[in-house]
T-cell receptor, first 112, second 114 residues
Framework: GNSVTQMEGPVTLSEEAFLTINCTYT??????LFWYVQYPGEGLQLLLK?????DKGSNKGFEATYRKETTSFHLEKGSVQVSDSAVYFC???????????FGAGTRLFVKA | EAGVTQSPTHLIKTRGQQATLRCSPI?????VYWYQQALGLGLQFLLW???????NRGNFPPRFSGRQFPNYSSELNVNALELEDSALYLC?????????????FGDGTRLSIL
C-alpha cells in the first residue's frame, strides 16, 4: 500500500542552521509529493509540491527534490529562522481518485 | 480567493452530547476531507466526500458521520461524545480528486469534551 515515513522529531536547531527533514515514500505508480507546514494554532498550509521525478519544489527558502530512485522527498532549508518553528508534514497523492497520504509530522524548534 | 472556512472555531461539549462541525470549501473545489488531530499527534483521516458522495472512510466508529451538500459544503457529526474525541478537527478541500490536486486546509475546529 501507499505510505509516507518521516524522521521523528522534535528537531531543534539554532537560527541560521541548515535544515533537513527526511521523507521517504512507498507508492505504486507516479504519485505527486507535497510538504505542508502547520504553525501553532493553525491548519496546514501547502509549502511546496513536485509532481514528477526530478522535479524540485521550492517556496520561502525551502526546497525538496522528487527522487524516484530513492523514493525520497527530503525537505531542506539553508538557513532557518525562529519563525520557521512549526510542524512539517510530508504527503503523497496518487491520481485517479486516491486520497492523500500524510506522514506523521516532524516538529521543528528553532532557537534564537 | 477565500480559503477553506470552518466553524465554529472552538466547541465545548460534555460526554454523551452531539457535535456538529461545518466546513466551506474553496470556491470550485468539489472534494472535502475531514481529519482528526489529537494533541501532539499526526493527522488521522476521517472522511472524504466528492460530488456529494462519501468516497472513503478512515478507521473511526460509526458515531462519526458526515455529509456533503449540493453547494459542496460539508458537516461532520460526532454522536455520543467521549473524552478522547477532544482534538482539532481539520477540513480540507481540493479540486476534483484526480490529477494530483493538493488539499487546502482550514484552521480547524477545536473540540473539547469536558
Amino acid at each position: 500500500g501507499n505510505s509516507v515515513t518521516q524522521m521523528e522529531g522534535p528537531v531543534t536547531l539554532s537560527e541560521e542552521a541548515f535544515l533537513t527533514i527526511n521523507c521517504t515514500y512507498t507508492a505504486t505508480g507516479y504519485p505527486s509529493l507535497f510538504w505542508y507546514v502547520q504553525y501553532p494554532g493553525e491548519g496546514l498550509q501547502l509549502l511546496l509540491k513536485a509532481t514528477k521525478a526530478d522535479d524540485k519544489g521550492s517556496n520561502k527558502g525551502f526546497e525538496a527534490t522528487y527522487r524516484k530512485e530513492t523514493t525520497s522527498f527530503h525537505l531542506e532549508k539553508g538557513s532557518v529562522q525562529v519563525s520557521d518553528s512549526a510542524v512539517y508534514f510530508c504527503a503523497l497523492l496518487r491520481g485517479g481518485g486516491f486520497k492523500t497520504i500524510f506522514g506523521a509530522g516532524t516538529r521543528l524548534f528553532v532557537k534564537a | 480567493e477565500a480559503g477553506v472556512t470552518q466553524s465554529p472555531t472552538h466547541l465545548i461539549k460534555t460526554r454523551g452530547q452531539q457535535a456538529t462541525l461545518r466546513c466551506s470549501p474553496i470556491s470550485g473545489h468539489t472534494s472535502v476531507y475531514w481529519y482528526q488531530q489529537a494533541l501532539g499527534l499526526g493527522l488521522q483521516f476521517l472522511l472524504w466526500y466528492d460530488e456529494g458522495e462519501e468516497r472513503n472512510r478512515g478507521n473511526f466508529p460509526p458515531r462519526f458521520s458526515g455529509r456533503q451538500f449540493p453547494n459542496y459544503s460539508s458537516e461532520l457529526n460526532v454522536n455520543a461524545l467521549e473524552l478522547e474525541d477532544s482534538a482539532l478537527y481539520l477540513c480540507a478541500s481540493s479540486l476534483a480528486s484526480g490529477g494530483g490536486q493538493p488539499q487546502h486546509f482550514g484552521d480547524g475546529t477545536r473540540l473539547s469534551i469536558l
